[in-house]
């Protein structure tokens, strides 16, 4: 054998492997694309992408280095107390997002931006969720699960659920823990027939006209209390120059000006 068929019989299956390295490099997530305490795996059926698992890990908070190729995320089962504003913004093939069974106490109007066309179910059940942006879901067309939370039914809520493609079951599922309205707290959210919009405006016009007319009423008051201290102080200084001997006048003299100033308060 010479020495070049030596080579090549060693190079060739080093070459091999190499390709075969490459491949899989490129096939598989490396472990560095996870984020810590999370299984990603590749999807086998389409929608091809990542299947990020991250429940049960004792997250505190949405990582932040989520492939941008996710399709579906379990984030359940964790301590997280907040959605930032924007925090899926980059996972534009995520269909699925589980945040289920945390600490979630409220949303704002940008949490889940970026995933307006893609995402099909947004999982938000047994949570602390208390109150929500009144366009927070608007622009979602996914089905999103809210059950098991104390909401407070007020205007937002309303919008909230209003905006919601599949609002009429996500309503279903709402219990008032607290309400604008006393007489719906423990009830269901559809039992709520009243606008709690107007109810609202309502309520802030009415603590206007009672600030106006507390504002009136002491104008009022303080316009009656000047006229009244003016009147007291007039009667004591007409009392005063009562008071004061007077001298005979010649019938050419002028009255002095406390004649004048007595003919006229009189």
Known sequence: MTPLDLWLSRSIPMCLLLQSLVLMALCFPSASMCPKGCVCQRAEYPPYGLNVTCSLAELKEIPSDLPADTVLLQLDRNQIHAVPERAFQDLRML?????????????????????????????LSHNRIVSVHKDAFARLKARVLVHDNPWHCDCALQQALGGMAHNH??????????????????????????????????????????????????????????????????????????????????????????????????
């Open 95 to 123: 269909r699925r997002l589980n945040l289920s069974h945390n600490s979630v106490e409220t949303l704002g109007e940008s949490a889940f931006v970026g995933l307006e066309t893609s995402l099909e179910l947004l999982d």
């Open 169 to 266: 079951e996500a309503a279903a599922r709402v219990l008032c823990r607290s309400s604008e309205l006393r007489d719906q707290e423990g009830r269901p959210f559809l039992a709520v027939d009243a606008d709690l919009c107007n109810l609202a405006r309502r309520t802030t016009d009415y603590a206007m006209l009672v600030t106006m007319f507390g504002w009136f009423a002491m104008v009022i008051s303080y316009v009656v209390y000047y006229v009244r201290q003016n009147q007291e102080d007039a009667r004591r200084h007409l009392e005063y120059l009562k008071s004061l001997p007077s001298k005979p006048r010649k019938p050419d003299e002028p009255e002095d000006i406390s004649t004048v100033i007595c003919a006229l308060l009189l």
